[in-house]
């Protein structure tokens, strides 16, 4: 059931009916929740029935644990056990047939069939439940007491495919608290930003992927380099559409029924320099990587400073292969992992001096930022490096022609990158504009876009992005 | 007394009114194009279907591709042939495979862009090639007048030369060669081509020798093979054949002076074996071989080439032009047919329509150019005019959709222009292209036993009667 296709927001339009009436009773209303969880994960597969409910209650476990050891080689252990046993759940149902067709290799022998690996992006699961026992075992919060409030906190569906990463100990506090509102505000906020996702998947990402992009890196060798590097271009504003589209439904349905979800997007391409492009770019992920793994890498109190650029260029290096497990995504792994390092040294050695007010030189910071991060995405996109190299093998013939390059996707492309620059004032406008109008006129402008949806874009829910990592 | 409302009221109203907005065009015959929603979409949410292991395009294709096991199951997937045009073709292979002395069966596929990758062509080569033997890799560009060109198992890197393809119709005399590119370089222009495999024997290069033509050094590794030159006394078309040694795999082109023209260079083995030549152009259509290539040139170079089969695999361009497709396209066509027939009387000559060719329509599902379905009855119809055999890929391949299915595909089949299948879809319609052959071929071998038990029983049949 993807966010942006019809049965989910049957599904969701149920759950807003079900679960407002009965939200006053915490019980109901928590089991409500928990019960539209389990729902939407049995719509994938209904094996994430056992493991979903068996791996959180062992992490409330867990966690109940660690609340109350104080030894800490128990408190290690239990924390152990936990990483242990999600990563194992990562391991076995997403990189086992990474692993077993490694073996293979070695082996010199066929790679054994391996029918347990499961759509559904399972990583943010873990992640999500990761940050419970750690923040617990770091003494950042206490444990949650409520059975129900952790397995409803750590299984919450719109995070489920892609995130937003949330803590679950920023959420159980969300769920406990009893006779929750939805004022008009919030509602029409919720529902903006519904609109906003729809828009942006439909209209923009999916266009651009099924007019521009996909073609190219189908078929490279039958563009010219200007429009490859087009293409390349669109990759950028596309997958951007495609995942903070997702990250906008996510966000609205959470808070249709009045919980809050962090952002995971601030224009990332108007980064300075690469350090800010992650703190604006899959915002959720990026703090997850930064607080439970580079944090917790040995060395960062060391004198010796090298530990500091390894530990980033590790961290972000074990970051691409979160993505997948081939070449491209360690190269555009190791490719982040070196810019964040040598962006580090670069600001350490300038004695970390704010950035230059010059308007030339942040214009000049912005493109070079950006264009790293789009080459980087060459290789993100590319279904192998030999796709990535016949790419960047196009672009750099610099044959110019424009033939592939339709008015309309033009346009598309001309709106995409404006939208993407446009200041968050006109955004919260817009916003506002909407939530002021009456009820009729903000019906009338969803049904307005579900109708351009359906006859404008033509290309059916093709799946998130970010839901197969 | 106040009555609070279960539901957060504004957000109510709307989601409601939205519901009722988008469910009432389904009761207003008027508003009935205005469909958003349907109402079968409710008990979609509970309902759980099992893990689909694969999509279901490729499962059906995996069958497909299992020719030793899978026996044609209609007509659409046989070559048309009520001339039995492809005879000669066939019985070609036959001696082949019996190991008759050096018998090589050549196979010319002219095709468009899909053959310029030969992607399909690369296919049936080596599936042919499996069971008849590999008698080489055939014709070869010079250098690559796009980067989409490519064939498996070469690679070309060159420098220097100016390309002329015939679909820009850049040289006046129309003179293309069999590949349908002019390579004309100047001293210091060269080309080297790496073979993935040993094991040639031969190399021919095809030119165009002239009056004050310059001199063109091959080699082969570190030898020098040959150094030709192609000042001759009068313009002409010609060929040179030499003998390279089989452990060679690296072989370059060298301009050592003046200016030459250089068409193709053709590896090949010792036979017995087949030879399928891949000779693709980008964005071709039937008007390039009957009108921008100079008739006889092109006859010239065919019968150089000594083809067995010649295959006309065009239309995916002319598709997209209905005015084109019902006016002068017939008039093309039969053009390329009589200069075939005027170059090789004895060869067989086979139409392949062009694949499934995506559009999306209202509604978003992905199904075919209108124009196709018309452009392969016109193909079909001229075949049976023209004594020529048929092969509908189009309806072999699954007929109208089949590429929005290969789309949908995981992974997908089709690229997202929804006309170049991607490797694994090319193998589909070269295997289906094979069976064709091998069903046709079989046939063959079937009449000919039969004719051969004929004609022995007359003679059997007084020694038998003898009491």
């Avoid at chain 2, 080439?305 to 006309?312: G, N």
């Avoid at chain 2, 222009?417 to 070269?430: C, E, L, T």
Wanted: with cysteine; aromatic share 14%.
């Amino acid at each position: 059931m993807l966010l942006s296709s019809t049965v989910y927001f049957v599904f969701l339009t149920g759950l807003f009916l079900l679960y407002w009436p009965l939200q006053r009773w915490r019980v109901a209303g928590l089991s409500v929740l928990l019960f539209a969880n389990y729902f939407f994960y049995a719509k994938w597969d209904l094996f994430y029935l056992i493991l979903i409910p068996g791996a959180s209650f062992l992490d409330y476990l867990i966690g109940r644990g660690l609340g109350s050891a104080q030894a800490p080689w128990l408190r290690r252990s239990l924390v152990s056990l936990s990483v242990f046993m999600n990563l194992g759940i990562l391991a076995t149902f997403k990189y086992m047939p990474f692993f077993l067709a490694t073996y293979a290799g070695i082996a010199q022998t066929k790679a054994p069939a391996w029918h347990w690996t499961f759509p559904l992006g399972i990583s943010f699961y873990c992640f999500q439940s990761l940050t419970y026992t750690i923040d617990l075992y770091r003494k950042d919060g206490k444990p949650v007491r409520s059975l129900l409030t952790h397995m409803t906190a750590v299984s919450f569906f719109p995070t489920t495919l892609s995130g937003p990463i949330t803590r679950v100990l920023a959420l159980a506090p969300q769920l406990e608290k009893v006779g929750r509102t939805l004022s008009s505000e919030d509602g029409g906020k919720a529902l903006f930003r519904i609109g906003l996702g729809l828009m942006k998947k439909f209209l923009i990402a999916d266009y651009l992927a099924e007019n521009l992009v996909n073609r190219v890196f189908d078929t490279p060798n039958l563009y010219t380099g200007m429009e490859a590097l087009i293409g390349v271009y669109a990759y950028a504003l596309q997958l951007y559409y495609d995942f903070s589209g997702y990250s906008d439904i996510a966000i609205g349905s959470a808070l249709l029924l009045g919980l809050k979800l962090p952002e995971n997007f601030n224009r990332p391409y108007l980064a300075l320099n690469i350090s800010e492009f992650w703190r604006r770019w899959h915002i959720s992920l990026s703090n997850w990587l930064r607080d439970y793994l580079y944090f917790s890498l040995p060395g960062l109190r060391s004198k010796w400073k090298v530990f500091t650029y390894f530990n980033l260029f590790f961290t972000m290096l074990l970051g691409g292969l979160w993505h997948g497990a081939s070449w491209n995504f360690v190269i555009w792994g190791a490719l982040h992992g070196a810019a964040l390092a040598f962006h580090h040294g670069w600001r350490t050695l300038r004695g970390n001096k704010p950035a230059s007010a010059n308007l030339a030189v942040r214009v000049a910071s912005r493109l070079l930022t950006t264009h790293f991060v789009i080459l980087a995405w060459v290789f993100f996109r590319a279904s192998s490096l030999e796709n990535a190299m016949e790419v960047l093998a196009r672009i750099a013939s610099l044959t110019v022609s424009l033939a592939n390059i339709s008015m309309p996707i033009a346009v598309v492309l001309a709106i995409a990158a404006i939208a993407h620059y446009l200041p968050k004032r006109i955004y919260e406008f817009l916003a506002s504009l909407y939530i002021r109008s009456p009820f009729f006129a903000q019906a009338a402008a969803l049904a307005a876009l579900v109708l351009a949806i359906q006859y404008v874009a033509v290309t059916g829910a093709a799946p998130f992005l970010y839901t197969k990592f | 007394m106040k009555i609070q409302s279960p539901w957060p009221v504004k957000p109510f109203l709307v989601i409601a009114t939205f519901a009722v907005g988008i469910a009432l065009p389904q009761y207003i015959p008027q508003w009935y194009n205005w469909r958003i929603f349907e109402w079968a979409t409710v008990p979609a949410v509970v309902d759980f279907q099992p893990r689909a292991r694969a999509a279901e395009p490729l499962q059906e294709e995996a069958e497909r591709l299992r020719p030793d096991t899978v026996s044609l199951k209609s007509n659409s997937s046989r070559i048309h042939d009520p001339t039995a045009t492809m005879d000669h073709f066939y019985a070609s292979l036959l001696k082949t495979e019996r190991l008759q002395n050096g018998t090589v069966t050549r196979i010319l596929h002219y095709g468009d862009s899909p053959t310029t990758a030969d992607l399909i062509t690369a296919d049936v080569r080596g599936l042919i090639q499996q069971r008849f033997g590999d008698a080489g890799h055939g014709a070869y560009l010079i250098a690559k007048p796009w980067a989409w060109y490519g064939h498996r198992g070469l690679d070309v890197s060159a420098s220097g030369w100016k390309m002329d393809p015939a679909t820009l119709k850049g040289q006046k005399d129309g003179r293309y060669g069999l590949g349908g590119v002019s390579f004309i370089g100047q001293t210091g222009a060269q080309s080297e081509i790496k073979l993935k495999k040993p094991g040639h024997t031969k190399l021919t290069l095809s030119y165009f020798g002239q009056p004050g033509g310059g001199e063109v050094k091959i080699m082969a590794g570190d030898i020098e093979v040959a150094t030709l030159n192609t000042d001759l006394p009068e313009p002409a078309d010609a060929e040179e054949t030499w003998p390279v040694p089989p452990e060679a795999q690296n072989f370059k082109i060298i301009v050592t002076r003046g200016a030459v023209r250089l068409f193709n260079v053709v590896f090949r083995k010792e036979g017995p074996g087949v030879v399928y030549d891949s000779i693709g152009l980008n964005g071709t259509w039937a008007g390039v071989l009957a009108v921008h290539i100079n008739g006889q040139h092109w006859i010239e170079e065919l019968k150089m080439a000594r083809p067995d089969l010649v295959i006309i695999n065009y239309g995916t361009n002319e598709s997209g032009y209905r005015n084109y497709v019902e006016t002068t396209y017939p008039k093309d066509v039969r053009e390329i047919i009589r200069r075939v027939r005027a170059a090789v009387p004895e060869s067989s000559v086979m139409i392949m329509s062009p694949m499934d060719r995506g559009a999306r329509e209202a509604g978003g599902t992905i199904g075919t150019v209108t124009t196709l379905p018309k452009l392969i009855s016109v193909q079909a119809k001229l075949a049976a005019e023209n004594g020529c055999a048929f092969f509908n890929t189009f309806e072999a391949m699954g007929g109208p959709g089949t590429m929005g299915k290969w789309y949908m595909a995981e992974p997908r089949l089709v690229s997202a222009d929804f006309i170049h299948p991607m490797p694994a879809g090319a193998r589909i319609v070269g295997t289906l292209l094979y069976q064709a052959l091998m069903d046709g071929y079989n046939s063959y071998k079937l009449k000919q036993l039969r004719r051969a038990v004929a004609t022995a029983a007359p003679a059997a049949t007084p020694t038998e009667a003898r009491p």
